[in-house]
């Protein structure tokens, strides 16, 4: 309640505040982007923007002093002496003279090390002095884009109407710009809690920002620092395995306080690391600034070129802490020639440090939204931002803004939609949508050449899809709404098969979903789908292996799923299945047509003769849970975002009955549950785990399309990221089981910690995968695989590829393969 009063004094004082504002350029009048601004011994504070004009707000004018600093010039103090409501203040600051009297170059004897070694000693002590606080907090995040083409490939980038019209004929300008205001209340080492009290989004009235201060907390006092892996602090314990340092000149701040700017080189070019200065203050060895850049290939992001981070810190007599006052975050991509480039501006001020939080002050909820949040007029955001506009800023607001009325009336809409909704003779063979965006709506009709979903198999033969598709949606109450159906046709056993689909999401909130489907298909005897279409093709048409076994499925069901608490989901189905036998109908391949395909009975592969299975039916019901501990979220007034707590492991239960079958036998219960985790090991990468175990009751006679299956794979191509649930040299069925089981899944990716240090493997910029795999199921002896690989590796910004040398063992069979990883088909699937 406490914090809701602040908030709502905030709001309504906003106005007293006065403000003195003005242009900060150099010696010859060339403006100075970032420069810190901040009234002394308070936590008033801002910086300029990129063409050198600050505004900062102070409570009260009288007699001010205001602090402007910047890396490589004087700090200076302006005393303010007025009574007028705003001051012009325009500064003119002057370069630095660094002080190298001492500095010596030599290895055994470098004063930058222990400089950098004091540093490390006094980082806990630093870091604890801002270990709690509350604080009012600014950003501002923009996209931009460069030499955008009309076609990437031969293919039509389609990017909107109303995104395309914000670019030039050369394809540059700004794709997104968006501005937050918000108090903040944080502990370390990561305990947040953020109430966004204005919510700004360049041509969207409507939207709420995504740029939080959850996405601004990068501390150097931290050993690592995540950039999508972890990357070392140049002043972390183990800082001197990582970096070399050297002491290019010290300097006094006003308060006469020596900073020492000490240079930050990398020993080994593709280790996690970071490069350029870091700024140290003398005695208390706390950090005064940060200008430090960090290469994509060394966060294994290769459509990244380079990131930037600066940080300013501004010291307050009083309680004697260095406090960080602004943070500007901003990185250059590009890919197929186009460019991309983003900025991030964050400002903290008024900060308060309490020596302690109450207990219930840090909740799952991590961000809400204030009421009316993306309400604010022009007003409101001119005399409260911290940072003004640029010109192009303001013009860009100034362009959207006037834009969104016309783009959003329903005249504009249409006529876009008109454009895009015109029928083609052609479009009865490819497909054809039909959108009406205004009223929410659309319609799809796959076409009768449906190419993305033909595929091969040996029951079907080559066949294809087709079908219809209605969708409704409200983005603001969260509901969609969704009704299609598939039509399958396969060329060779010539059969016609249909399935329909029902879905709809009522609400952003507690995403209760309901689903209703049903009709006839071909269906793997493993609902897990551990082939894919595609592989599965290229390995019948190519190499007459047709691992893929299908059976004829005719059903119904009813699903419903929902957030029943926070990090709980729950989701119940009941099906009803009737299932046949089918057996293989063609012997076509495009080569080895001398060599015969195996039956399509997975338990007999050489036996076209005796079915897999008798005909029957069943109902199963299915109860299953997602159980993430610890789950946080964000509040806003269209829906709740989770995210996931990386501190905890994710557990899923499941329960599953069959009943009222054609005959009693192939009735049974199953429990099982899983459990995966992710386990950190700071810069030596990650260790990822996936423990499942289960047990069928009365299950003795069941039909073996509802044993247990196992992830195989016999193709020697790998189709995920990561290979936590499947076994690389196991045949598909070779251990399916309607018994108890047990399997697990370790691997470890060192994330370039060990291959970063290897002379000339190191140029591949790849990481090393280590994993083991077991597999322990009654009257069998268990089953095991080691792998050890290599991930992460392509071609320049592609690295779509791994491979990894897999050794599998059971009953005294030793099996030895390589496993080739295309991610890519991912995507085809």
């Not at 004897?109 to 606080?133: F, G, L, V």
């Not at 991030?344 to 008024?350: A, D, K, L, M």
């Not at 961000?367 to 001119?382: L, S, T």
């Amino acid at each position: 309640m406490k914090n809701y009063t602040l908030l709502a004094f905030l709001f309504f004082s906003i106005s007293t505040f006065a403000q003195i504002k003005g242009t900060i350029t150099d010696e010859k009048g060339t403006p100075l982007p970032f420069v810190s601004v901040f009234e002394e011994n308070t936590y008033a504070g801002t910086t300029s923007n990129e063409q050198g004009k600050y505004q900062l707000n102070v409570k009260e004018i009288g007699k001010n002093k205001i602090t402007f600093q910047y890396l490589g010039f004087k700090t200076q103090k302006i005393a303010v002496t007025s009574d007028s409501k705003t001051i012009i203040l325009d500064v003119k600051m002057l370069e630095e003279s660094f002080d190298l009297n001492e500095v010596v170059i030599d290895p055994k004897n470098n004063p930058a090390n222990a400089i950098i070694r004091n540093a490390i000693a006094n980082k806990k002590q630093n870091s604890e002095k801002t270990a709690r606080y509350t604080a009012d907090f600014y950003s501002k995040g923009m996209f931009k884009v460069k030499d955008l083409p009309k076609k990437i490939l031969g293919q039509k980038l389609d990017i909107g109407d109303d995104m395309a019209s914000n670019l030039d004929s050369t394809g540059t300008g700004i794709l997104y710009l968006s501005e937050t205001v918000s108090k903040i209340t944080f502990e370390k080492p990561n305990k947040l809690k953020e109430k966004i009290i204005a919510s700004k989004i360049s041509g969207n009235n409507k939207g709420y920002s995504y740029n939080t201060a959850t996405l601004s907390t990068y501390d150097f006092y931290d050993n690592t620092l995540e950039f999508g892996i972890n990357l070392i602090s140049p002043i972390a314990d183990n800082a001197f395995n990582y970096y070399k340092y050297q002491l290019e000149g010290t300097f006094f701040d006003a308060n006469n306080q020596e900073i020492n700017k000490i240079k930050v080189t990398p020993k080994r070019d593709k280790e996690p690391v970071f490069e350029g200065y870091i700024y140290i203050v003398d005695d208390s060895f706390a950090i005064y600034a940060i200008d430090l850049d960090i290469k994509g290939y060394r966060m294994k992001n290769e459509f990244t070129e380079s990131m930037t981070l600066k940080q300013s810190f501004n010291y307050n007599l009083k309680n004697k802490i260095w406090s960080k006052n602004a943070q500007t975050l901003s990185f250059n991509a590009g890919v197929f020639g186009v460019k991309f480039s983003g900025k991030f501006n964050y400002v903290y001020s008024n900060y308060e440090f309490p020596d302690s939080f109450e207990k219930k002050t840090f909740g799952n909820e991590i961000v809400a939204f204030e009421d009316n949040a993306n309400k604010k007029d022009d007003a409101f955001w001119n005399e409260i931002r911290p940072i003004p506009l640029t010109i192009e800023e303001s013009t860009d607001y100034t362009k959207k803004d006037s834009l969104q009325t016309i783009r959003k009336s329903e005249k504009y809409i249409d006529s876009v939609d008109a454009k895009n909704n015109k029928f083609k003779v052609l479009d009865i063979l490819m497909g054809y949508e039909y959108k009406n965006t205004f009223k929410k709506h659309s319609f799809e009709y796959k076409g009768l050449l449906n190419i993305a979903s033909l595929s091969f198999n040996t029951v079907q033969g080559f066949n294809l899809d087709s079908g219809f598709s209605f969708k409704k949606w409200n983005e603001e109450e969260g509901k969609s709404t969704s009704v299609s159906t598939t039509f399958n046709y396969g060329f060779s056993d010539e059969r016609f098969r249909v399935t329909g689909e029902f879905k709809h999401k009522f609400n952003n909130i507690n995403y209760a979903a309901i689903g209703i489907s049903g009709g006839t298909k071909v269906a793997q005897f493993n609902s897990a789908e551990p082939i894919s279409k595609f592989v599965n093709s290229i390995s019948s048409l190519f190499f007459k292996d047709n691992y893929m076994k299908l059976y004829n499925l005719e059903f119904a069901q009813i699903d419903y799923a929902q957030d029943v608490a926070n990090g709980v989901n729950l989701n119940g189905k009941v099906a009803y299945e009737q299932r046949k036998p089918l057996f293989n109908t063609t012997d076509y391949s495009f080569f080895k047509r001398d060599d015969f395909y195996s039956s399509n009975n997975p338990l007999a592969p050489n036996d076209f003769e005796t079915l897999a299975f008798d005909q029957h039916h069943l109902f199963k019901a299915t109860v299953t849970a997602r159980i993430n501990f610890g789950n946080k979220y964000i509040s806003r007034p269209d829906g709740r975002f989770n995210f996931k707590n990386d501190k905890y492991p994710t557990i899923f239960l499941a329960f599953e009955k069959a009943f009222a079958a054609s005959e009693k036998k192939y009735e049974f219960e199953r429990i099982g549950a899983s459990i995966q985790y992710d386990l950190s090991l700071d810069n030596k990468g990650i260790l990822g785990m996936n423990f499942r175990a289960g047990k069928f009751f009365n299950a003795e006679n069941i039909s073996f399309i509802d044993y247990r299956h196992f992830n195989g794979n016999e193709t020697h191509i790998g189709t995920s990221d990561r290979y936590l649930n499947v076994f690389n040299l196991m045949p598909y069925y070779a251990n399916s089981t309607n018994d108890s089981y047990f399997e697990m899944h370790l691997e470890h990716n060192d994330m370039g910690f060990i291959m970063n240090k290897i002379p000339l493997l190191n140029l591949l910029k790849s990481t090393m995968n280590i994993g083991f795999h077991a597999l322990a199921i009654p009257d069998r002896k268990p089953y095991s695989e080691f792998t050890i690989g290599l991930d992460n590796l392509g071609f320049g910004k592609f690295k779509l590829f791994r491979v990894d040398y897999v050794h599998s063992y059971q009953s005294g069979i030793q099996q030895n393969g390589v496993v080739f990883g295309l991610k890519i088909l991912n995507v085809l699937d």
